[in-house]
């Protein structure tokens, strides 16, 4: 990679920033297995505070499952990207009121304001 296309690591990148930096390291890799940069897979994700995963992986040409254990691999080492996923197993009950019936057979309107 050429000093002039150095990798940009922002610490609040956007989406097309992001892209654009997985596309010079594309267009200069060396290899074609060549794995992405950890400063690639940072950036990227510190985007899942204002993306959604799909969004991402997707926009980035990545696979998500390499993209969730990256990620928590950076997470496990105290080089948190973000904080990890918070799953709600709570469950409330809800209580749902019934509406009001209506009758299909009568021709009086209830509210005639909302029809003038």
């Known amino acids: 990679m050429s000093k002039?296309?150095?990798l940009n690591t922002n610490t609040n990148p956007t989406l097309e920033s992001v892209k654009n930096q997985f596309q010079i390291w594309r267009?200069?890799?060396k290899i074609r297995n060549e794995p992405?940069?950890?400063e690639l897979w940072k950036s990227?994700?510190?985007?899942?505070d204002h993306?959604?995963?799909t969004k991402i992986t997707n926009e980035l040409r990545l696979k998500s499952n390499d993209f969730k254990q990256k990620i928590a691999r950076f997470n496990s080492?105290?080089?948190v990207v973000r904080k990890p996923f918070q799953i709600n197993n709570s469950m409330e009950f809800v209580e749902l009121k019934p509406l009001p019936a209506f009758n299909f057979n009568s021709t009086k309107l209830?509210?005639?304001s909302c029809f003038s």
């Open 4 to 6: 002039k296309q150095k």
């Open 77 to 79: 080492k105290n080089e």
């Open 110 to 112: 209830v509210n005639k």
């Open 27 to 29: 267009d200069n890799k």
């Open 44 to 48: 990227s994700g510190m985007l899942l």
């Open 51 to 53: 993306y959604r995963l």
């Open 36 to 38: 992405i940069p950890d």
